[in-house]
C-alpha cells in the first residue's frame, strides 16, 4: 500500500515538473531547466557529459513579486543564431556568434507578473539572463525594484578557485589561488587605494575562475553590465559547494531599479577542459550588443608613454604644484603660489615627453597632474575638487598641445574625478570643450576614494550608470576612454569600442609603491578580469627595483625584463602604455625596440599555452601584416616554454627573441636579458627557458 502511495505521489509530482533543455552547436554544453512542483526554477550544464554546474535555483525579488517560487510555466521558445561580426579592434579579425537560445516564459501564479528567462548556449559556455515583465492587465506598472537576486551556481566539488575578495568599491586586490573551502577574504592585503573595504569572508569578486580535480576549467562572470549593480558571489561550503549572486547595494535597500523593457546581465559559465579555450572565448563579447557607435573611424588602437610613472616611483615628481591647504583651490591666484619644485607635469617636461614620443613613434603622450586641485585631492570625501579646465601656471595648454601638434604626437587628457561623480558629470561639458578646443581625442579617468553621491559605491547600479553616461558623451564627442577605478568591464566594448580599455585590477603601479603584484599576478589576470575586457596595466617597467630611486626602499617589479615585454603580447589591450621613464628605455635602447614595434591590434591570436597562475604563452597576427608576435610568461616558477610554430604561414621567418638571461631572475637579477636573431619556419618548435618570474617576447617577421 505504502508503496502504492509513493508511487502515485513520484508520478503526480513528476507530471507537475516542467523541464526543457537547450544544448550548444557543437553539443558539448547542455543545460537543463526545469520548474518542480512547487513552482521553483532551477538550471544545470553540463559539458561532454560532465556536470559542471549541478540544479542551481535562480530567480529575483521585486518588492512586488517574488520569483523565486510560486512560479508557471507559460511557454517556451528556442531558436538558433549565427553570424559572423568584425570587430572594431580586437584579439582577432573575426568573430563567430553561434548559440542556441531557449526562452522560458514563468508567471507568478499568484498575481500575474511575468519573467522571462533567456539562455544562450555556446560551444564555449552559456549565458543566461532574467526580464521580468508585468505581464498582467492587471499589474499596468513598467518599473521595478530589485530586492534580491537568487542565482546560484552548486559546483560540483572543493574545486581551485582563482579569486580576489568581494569589495563594492575596488577590484584592486592581489589574486589568492585556494581550494572554495579555504576562501578568506578578511585575511587578504588590503593595500588598495582608500576604498578597499572587503564585503566579508566568505564573499568574492567576479570574474572567477575555477578549476575542478578532473581537469575542468570553468569561468564564472557576467556581460554586458548596464544600468545594473556588479554581481559578486557568496561562497558556501557548508552542505556542497555553492557560490550565489551578492549584489552591490547603493543607498536604499533595494539593490537595482529597473524599467522595462528591463534585463539583468547575463550570468555566464564559459567551460572547457582545456585552460587554453578559456582565454580564446568570445563569449563575454557576443552576449553584449553589436557597435552603437556609427562612425568608428575616430577610434584608434594606441601605445602611449605618459608623466606619469615619474609620479609613482619614490623621490620623484607629484602631481600637486606647491604645498597649500585648507584654501579655495580654484578660486586662488594660482601665479602668486609659490611652487615646491616637484611638479612633474611642466611644460618644459611635457615637451621632453613628446619629443621622446616623436622620436620613438609612440602615438600620444599622457599627462597626469596638469589641472589644479591635487594639493587636496584625496580622502576628504569633498564634492568640488577639480574643474577639470584650470591648468597649473608651470603647464601652457597653448604651447604643449600646438608643440605635440607640430610634432605628430596626440595629447591624452586625464580627468582625476576624485570619486565625485557628480562633480564631474555638472563639468564634464565644459571639460570636453576644452579638449575639443586644443585637440585631445582620448581621456583617462580616475576614480579614485570615496563615492559622491556619498553611500553610492564604484560598483553599484548608480556608479554602473554614471560610466555609462560617461561612455556615451565621450563617444558623442569622438574622445575614447580609459576609465581606472571603475566597475570591472564586462564586454561592453563590443558596443562601445571608443572604450579603449579601463583599469579595475590591480595594476603594474602597485609594485611601485605597495608590497606589488607576486609573479603570478599577470599569469592569473587574464583569467579573471581580462575577461571582461582590456585592461590599462602599464607594462614595460624596465627599472624594476625602487632603491634606483631611494636608497632602500624594498619595492619592486616582481617581474623580469623581459618579462614586461611579453605582458604586450599576453595581456591584451588596443591601448598599451610604455610606462616606464624615457631615461631607463635609453639605458636598454635594444629591449626597448620590442615595445617600439609590437603592434595593438590583431587580426588572429593563437593561445598556444596556458594554466592559470602558472604560465601563458600567445602568439598574436598583426592587423594587415604578415609579422607575429609572441609573448610567454611564467610565475615565480623558472619553465621552458614550448612555441611550436605551425601558426606561420610557409616560408621563412625572421625571429627577434627577446628572453631571460641565463642567470636572470625576477628578485635577484631582473635586468639580464639576450636579444637573439634567427631564421625560423612553420615546421619549427622553439623551445624557451624562462627564468623565475621571467618571460620571454619575440617578433616574427616573413622574409
Ligand atoms: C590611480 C590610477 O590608477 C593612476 O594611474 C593614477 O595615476 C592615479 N590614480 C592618480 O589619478
Ligand atoms: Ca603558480
Known amino acids: 500500500m505504502k508503496k502504492i502511495v509513493l508511487l502515485l505521489f513520484c508520478m503526480l509530482t513528476a507530471l507537475c515538473v516542467q523541464a526543457e533543455t537547450v544544448s550548444s552547436p557543437n553539443g558539448n554544453v547542455i543545460v537543463n531547466f526545469q520548474l518542480n512542483e512547487k513552482g521553483i526554477a532551477t538550471y544545470a550544464v553540463s559539458y561532454k557529459g560532465k556536470e559542471v554546474i549541478k540544479p542551481s535555483t535562480m530567480g529575483l525579488s521585486l518588492d512586488k513579486v517574488n520569483f523565486t517560487n510560486g512560479l508557471k510555466l507559460?511557454?517556451?521558445?528556442?531558436?538558433?543564431?549565427?553570424?559572423?561580426?568584425?570587430?572594431?579592434?580586437?584579439?582577432?579579425?573575426?568573430?563567430?556568434?553561434?548559440?542556441?537560445?531557449?526562452?522560458?516564459?514563468?508567471?507568478?501564479?499568484?498575481?500575474?507578473?511575468?519573467?522571462?528567462?533567456?539562455?544562450?548556449?555556446?560551444?564555449?559556455?552559456?549565458?543566461?539572463?532574467?526580464?521580468?515583465?508585468s505581464g498582467n492587465a492587471?499589474?499596468?506598472?513598467?518599473?521595478?525594484?530589485?530586492?534580491?537576486?537568487?542565482?546560484?551556481?552548486?559546483?560540483?566539488d572543493n574545486h581551485t578557485a582563482f579569486w580576489i575578495p568581494g569589495a563594492y568599491d575596488s577590484n584592486e586586490f592581489a589574486y589568492q589561488t585556494t581550494k572554495l573551502t579555504d576562501i578568506h577574504a578578511l585575511k587578504c592585503d588590503k593595500s588598495a587605494i582608500g576604498t578597499n573595504h572587503i564585503v566579508g569572508d566568505k564573499t568574492i569578486q567576479t570574474p572567477v575562475m575555477l578549476k575542478s580535480d578532473d581537469g575542468l576549467y570553468i569561468n564564472?562572470?557576467?556581460?554586458?553590465?548596464?544600468?545594473?549593480?556588479?554581481?559578486?558571489?557568496?561562497?558556501?561550503?557548508?552542505?556542497?559547494?555553492?557560490?550565489?549572486?551578492?549584489?552591490?547595494?547603493?543607498?536604499?535597500?533595494?539593490?537595482?531599479?529597473?524599467?522595462?523593457?528591463?534585463?539583468?546581465?547575463?550570468?555566464?559559465?564559459?567551460?572547457?577542459?582545456?585552460?587554453?579555450?578559456?582565454?580564446?572565448?568570445?563569449?563575454?563579447?557576443?552576449?553584449?550588443?553589436?557597435?552603437?557607435?556609427?562612425?568608428?573611424?575616430?577610434?584608434?588602437?594606441?601605445?602611449?608613454?605618459?608623466?606619469?610613472?615619474?609620479?609613482?616611483?619614490?623621490?620623484?615628481s607629484s602631481w600637486d604644484y606647491a604645498s597649500i591647504s585648507g584654501i579655495r583651490l580654484k578660486e586662488m591666484n594660482w601665479e602668486k603660489v609659490k611652487p615646491h619644485g616637484r611638479h612633474g607635469a611642466t611644460t618644459e617636461n611635457t615637451k621632453r615627453y613628446i619629443d621622446f614620443a616623436a622620436k620613438h613613434g609612440f602615438d600620444a603622450v599622457l599627462i597626469e597632474g596638469w589641472n589644479?586641485?591635487?594639493?587636496?585631492?584625496?580622502?576628504?570625501?569633498?564634492?568640488?575638487?577639480?574643474?577639470?579646465?584650470?591648468?597649473?601656471?608651470?603647464?601652457?595648454?597653448?604651447?604643449?598641445?600646438?608643440?605635440?601638434?607640430?610634432?605628430?604626437?596626440?595629447?591624452?587628457?586625464?580627468?582625476?574625478?576624485?570619486?565625485?561623480?557628480?562633480?564631474?558629470?555638472?563639468?564634464?561639458?565644459?571639460?570636453?570643450?576644452?579638449?575639443?578646443?586644443?585637440?585631445?581625442?582620448?581621456?583617462?579617468?580616475?576614480?579614485?576614494?570615496?563615492?559622491?553621491p556619498r553611500g553610492e559605491h564604484h560598483d553599484g547600479q548608480w556608479m554602473v550608470q554614471h560610466y555609462q553616461r560617461v561612455i556615451e558623451k565621450m563617444a558623442q564627442n569622438n574622445i575614447m576612454l580609459n576609465a581606472h577605478e571603475p566597475v570591472r568591464p564586462t564586454g561592453l566594448h563590443r558596443t562601445y569600442p571608443n572604450l579603449l580599455a579601463c583599469e579595475a585590477a590591480r595594476g603594474n603601479e602597485f609594485n611601485a609603491w605597495s608590497v606589488g603584484n607576486q609573479p603570478e599576478h599577470e599569469t592569473i589576470l587574464p583569467f579573471t578580469r581580462l575577461m571582461g575586457g582590456p585592461m590599462d596595466y602599464t607594462p614595460g617597467i624596465f627599472q624594476q627595483k625602487m632603491d634606483h630611486y631611494q636608497a632602500g626602499n624594498p619595492c619592486q617589479v616582481h617581474t623580469t625584463l623581459t618579462k614586461q615585454l611579453a605582458l604586450y603580447v599576453t595581456m591584451y589591450s588596443p591601448l598599451q602604455m610604455a610606462a616606464d621613464l624615457p631615461e631607463n628605455y635609453e639605458r636598454f635602447i635594444d629591449a626597448f625596440q620590442f615595445i617600439k614595434d609590437v603592434a595593438v591590434d590583431w587580426d588572429d591570436t593563437r593561445i598556444l599555452e596556458a594554466e592559470p597562475g602558472d604560465y601563458i604563452t600567445i602568439a598574436r597576427k598583426e592587423k594587415n601584416s604578415d609579422t607575429w608576435f609572441v609573448g610567454a610568461i611564467t610565475d615565480e616558477n623558472r619553465r621552458t616554454a614550448t612555441i611550436d610554430l605551425s601558426f606561420l604561414d610557409n616560408g621563412m621567418y625572421k625571429a627577434t627573441i627577446y628572453k631571460d638571461g641565463r642567470d636572470a631572475h625576477w628578485k635577484e637579477n631582473p635586468q639580464s636579458y639576450q636579444i637573439e636573431q634567427k631564421m625560423v619556419k612553420r615546421t619549427n618548435t622553439l623551445k624557451i627557458k624562462l627564468a623565475a618570474g621571467g618571460g620571454c617576447a619575440i617578433k616574427l617577421e616573413k622574409l
Open 74 to 133: 507559460i511557454k517556451s521558445n528556442t531558436s538558433t543564431f549565427d553570424e559572423t561580426w568584425e570587430p572594431v579592434w580586437g584579439e582577432v579579425k573575426h568573430i563567430r556568434n553561434h548559440y542556441n537560445e531557449l526562452v522560458v516564459t514563468l508567471e507568478h501564479i499568484a498575481d500575474g507578473y511575468q519573467l522571462d528567462v533567456r539562455f544562450r548556449v555556446y560551444n564555449d559556455g552559456i549565458g543566461f539572463r532574467y526580464e521580468p515583465r
Open 138 to 156: 492587471n499589474f499596468p506598472l513598467t518599473y521595478h525594484t530589485v530586492m534580491k537576486e537568487h542565482t546560484e551556481f552548486q559546483l560540483t
Open 220 to 316: 564564472i562572470f557576467e556581460a554586458a553590465l548596464i544600468d545594473y549593480p556588479a554581481m559578486l558571489l557568496d561562497v558556501e561550503t557548508h552542505n556542497g559547494y555553492s557560490l550565489t549572486s551578492h549584489l552591490v547595494p547603493g543607498t536604499t535597500n533595494a539593490v537595482a531599479y529597473m524599467q522595462e523593457p528591463s534585463s539583468t546581465p547575463w550570468r555566464t559559465i564559459i567551460v572547457s577542459d582545456k585552460a587554453t579555450d578559456i582565454l580564446a572565448s568570445k563569449m563575454i563579447l557576443n552576449l553584449n550588443e553589436p557597435c552603437a557607435i556609427e562612425n568608428t573611424d575616430f577610434i584608434k588602437p594606441q601605445k602611449y608613454i605618459g608623466i606619469w610613472w615619474e609620479m609613482h616611483v619614490p623621490n620623484h
Open 372 to 452: 589644479v586641485g591635487w594639493e587636496e585631492w584625496s580622502g576628504l570625501w569633498k564634492e568640488d575638487v577639480f574643474d577639470f579646465v584650470t591648468p597649473y601656471p608651470d603647464f601652457d595648454l597653448d604651447v604643449v598641445s600646438q608643440y605635440a601638434q607640430e610634432k605628430g604626437v596626440k595629447l591624452i587628457m586625464h580627468h582625476e574625478t576624485s570619486g565625485s561623480a557628480t562633480n564631474y558629470e555638472r563639468r564634464m561639458s565644459d571639460a570636453i570643450a576644452l579638449m575639443k578646443k586644443y585637440g585631445y581625442d582620448a581621456v583617462k579617468t580616475g576614480y579614485v576614494g570615496r563615492i559622491i
